[in-house]
């Protein structure tokens, strides 16, 4: 059995020595180096060239190396009822709990402005309530939206999440549809975006969907750049709709030097790193696939194509 691994992000040399540790019975060739296509029966991919995965006829899994699927999916050209498994992993996922309570907690307790008065030597009293006062609300509650409900609930932030079908998460207020988004959209302080990017959520995060938040919101997104109207955002700020907005995605990536994002006093960059996948844990999930397919048992965290996620 063989696999194939195409990133231009992640480490060949990682992950071959972590999958060599896991899988030692498995043969794994770089994209340029595959003796033999028609044995590949595995890519482990993120972002490989259009088409190119039909250079391999008897593919049994797409294992991707992002949760996201996005930017795979658009490749039209890939080999049909081939099954596509995202990343699902629990150091990914906990490190986005972690980058999502870390931005909540520093709107809760206001420290742009804490920053803003220590620049201009003032010493002014602020008091924060407790977390249980602020409303934060998830949309999407799956690997990465409910471990960052978990990590606000563990300091009571009052948690609410908004899905597409519905859901039940304890201690989390659970919303879904186009029914439940007003309510939950009228009870997000802080409202965090970790969907995934498919035809219905593109574009989300826009004019819209901005005036139905409380004033003075705070926005942290996770998810793609592509939920984002990038203008309608700047326009928030700058209306004080939304008050503040820690990006970690964007339309167009790297930044680009001249982005009004780099240097709005209202908006935190960080540059696509909420949370990152890393061979050494994550190798549990690609092992387990592995050897799902060659036990003959279903595969687990497969894609919908038709959802796009
Ligand atoms: P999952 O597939 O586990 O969960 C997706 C969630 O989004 C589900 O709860 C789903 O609802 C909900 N959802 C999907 N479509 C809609 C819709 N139209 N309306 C309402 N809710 C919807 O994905 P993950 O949690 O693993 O990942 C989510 C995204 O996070 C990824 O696709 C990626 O874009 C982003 N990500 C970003 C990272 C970063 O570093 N910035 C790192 C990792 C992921 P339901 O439960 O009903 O299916
Ligand atoms: C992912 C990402 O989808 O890193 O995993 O964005």
Same mark, same amino acid.
């Given at each position: 059995?063989?696999?194939?691994?195409?990133?231009?992000?992640?480490?060949? &040399?990682?992950?071959?020595?972590?999958?060599?540790?896991?899988?030692?019975?498995?043969?794994?060739?770089?994209?340029?180096?595959?003796?033999?296509?028609?044995?590949? &029966?595995? %890519?482990?991919?993120?972002?490989?060239?259009?088409?190119?995965?039909?250079?391999?006829?008897?593919?049994?899994?797409?294992?991707?190396?992002?949760?996201?699927?996005d930017?795979?999916?658009?490749?039209?050209?890939?080999?049909?009822?081939?099954?596509?498994?995202?990343?699902?992993?629990?150091?990914?996922?906990?490190?986005?709990?972690?980058?999502?309570?870390?931005?909540?907690?520093?709107?809760?307790?206001?420290?742009?402005?804490?920053?803003?008065?220590?620049?201009?030597?003032?010493?002014?009293?602020?008091?924060?309530?407790?977390?249980?006062?602020?409303?934060?609300?998830?949309?999407?509650?799956?690997?990465?939206?409910?471990?960052?409900?978990?990590?606000?609930?563990?300091?009571?932030?009052?948690?609410?999440?908004?899905?597409?079908?519905?859901? +039940?998460?304890?201690?989390?207020?659970?919303?879904?549809?186009?029914?439940?988004?007003?309510?939950?959209?009228?009870?997000?302080?802080?409202?965090?975006?970790?969907?995934?990017l498919?035809? +219905?959520?593109e574009g989300?995060l826009?004019?819209?969907?901005? %005036?139905?938040?409380?004033?003075?919101?705070?926005?942290?997104n996770a998810g793609r750049g592509g939920h984002q109207v990038e203008?309608?955002?700047?326009?928030?700020?700058?209306?004080?709709?939304?008050?503040?907005?820690?990006l970690d995605v964007f339309r167009t990536e790297?930044l680009?030097?001249?982005?009004?994002f780099?240097?709005?006093?209202?908006?935190?960059?960080?540059?696509h790193?909420?949370?990152?996948?890393?061979?050494?844990?994550?190798?549990?999930?690609?092992? +387990?696939?592995?050897?799902?397919?060659? %036990?003959? &048992?279903?595969?687990?965290?497969?894609?919908?194509?038709?959802?796009?996620?």
């Amino acid at each position: 059995m063989a696999l194939v691994f195409y990133s231009e992000s992640d480490r060949f &040399e990682a992950w071959r020595d972590a999958l060599a540790e896991a899988v030692p019975d498995l043969e794994v060739h770089n994209w340029d180096a595959v003796p033999d296509p028609a044995a590949i &029966e595995f %890519a482990l991919v993120w972002t490989p060239p259009h088409g190119s995965l039909r250079r391999f006829p008897n593919l049994k899994a797409i294992l991707n190396l992002g949760a996201g699927v996005d930017a795979l999916l658009k490749d039209d050209d890939l080999p049909p009822g081939v099954p596509i498994v995202r990343m699902v992993d629990d150091d990914l996922a906990k490190s986005m709990g972690e980058y999502v309570l870390l931005h909540a907690l520093r709107y809760h307790r206001e420290m742009p402005r804490m920053a803003a008065q220590q620049r201009a030597h003032e010493w002014q009293i602020v008091e924060s309530p407790t977390a249980r006062h602020c409303r934060v609300g998830i949309m999407g509650l799956g690997g990465m939206g409910g471990e960052a409900a978990r990590h606000l609930l563990a300091v009571a932030f009052d948690v609410a999440g908004w899905t597409r079908g519905p859901r +039940e998460m304890s201690g989390v207020e659970c919303f879904h549809g186009a029914d439940g988004f007003g309510p939950f959209l009228a009870r997000s302080d802080i409202l965090v975006c970790l969907l995934p990017l498919t035809p +219905e959520t593109e574009g989300i995060l826009n004019r819209d969907l901005f %005036a139905r938040l409380p004033r003075g919101a705070y926005l942290i997104n996770a998810g793609r750049g592509g939920h984002q109207v990038e203008p309608d955002i700047l326009e928030a700020l700058d209306s004080g709709q939304l008050a503040g907005a820690t990006l970690d995605v964007f339309r167009t990536e790297p930044l680009p030097p001249d982005s009004p994002f780099w240097t709005h006093p209202k908006v935190t960059v960080t540059p696509h790193n909420a949370s990152i996948a890393h061979p050494r844990s994550a190798v549990r999930h690609v092992a +387990e696939s592995i050897r799902r397919v060659r %036990a003959g &048992e279903p595969l687990r965290h497969v894609v919908t194509r038709e959802a796009g996620y």
